[in-house]
């Protein structure tokens, strides 16, 4: 079935370093690509997406590229800062798994940027 | 805009006991909503879709006579734990979808500890 691989946590970082989260995915179909960012004591909310290969998706500093080659869909930021300290979920959708659009998750990423 | 509740947000009780968790949309109509479980370092896991207004369908695993779901209009769904043991210990998770098949909004997640 449909599956999404994250890179293992925690990711430690000092302010104004490079991120990447890593995410690739397994999918039949054509999925839609997520990323769900948890801030303590929050629910997911929406990061970025994409819907179809080559699409990129941003969002307050994040980018993310849809690349059906190698079925990755990774989370990059230039410079981080204390305030992304999170939980980072890769996710996927698509037309031929799960029902009425439920997400598949990864097991997230948690991201600790310290000053 | 999209904002979920969820109630409560952490509960404990007793060993064969039923808890009752209600999750919300406050500023929209969900046509559909969402219930899922997190273990500790663990992914989201789907555990069932409702829809208001019929039957739920739950994920291959879960027992539906165990977790009760209602969704009782469009701004309400409930998640009853029936006969709760401490293996059913967990955040559980609602999101609600506004329209579009992909736009799903997640609540702050409830935590249940069986003793």
């Known amino acids: 079935g449909d599956s999404v691989t994250q890179m293992e946590g925690p990711v430690t970082l000092s302010e104004e370093a490079f991120l990447t989260i890593n995410c690739t995915y397994t999918?039949?179909?054509?999925?839609?690509l997520f990323w769900y960012v948890q801030y303590p004591g929050e629910g997911l909310q929406l990061l970025l997406k994409?819907?179809?290969?080559?699409d990129k998706g941003s969002n307050k500093g994040f980018e993310a590229t849809y690349r059906k080659e190698t079925t990755s869909f990774h989370l990059e930021k230039g410079s981080v800062q204390v305030s992304d300290s999170a939980v980072y979920f890769c996710a996927l959708t698509g037309l031929y798994g799960g029902s009425q659009g439920n997400l598949i998750f990864g097991k997230g990423t948690k991201l600790s940027v310290k000053p | 805009g999209a904002v979920v509740s969820q109630h409560p947000s952490w509960v404990i009780c007793k060993s064969g006991t039923s808890v009752k968790i209600e999750c919300r949309s406050l500023d929209f109509q969900a046509t559909t909503m969402f219930w899922y479980r997190q273990f500790p370092k663990q992914s989201l896991m789907l555990m069932a879709t409702?829809?208001?207004?019929?039957?739920?369908?739950?994920e291959q695993g879960v027992e539906k006579d165990k977790f009760l779901i209602n969704h009782a209009s469009l701004t309400l769904s409930t998640l009853t734990v029936t006969s709760a043991h401490p293996e059913d210990s967990s955040f559980y998770i609602c999101?609600?979808?506004?329209?579009?098949?992909?736009?799903?909004?997640f609540g702050p997640g409830t935590r249940l500890t069986v003793t």
């Open positions: 999101s609600a979808n506004r329209g579009g098949w992909y736009e799903q909004y």
């Open positions: 409702s829809n208001e207004g019929s039957k739920a369908t739950y």
């Open positions: 999918a039949t179909g054509y999925p839609s």
């Open positions: 994409a819907t179809k290969a080559d």
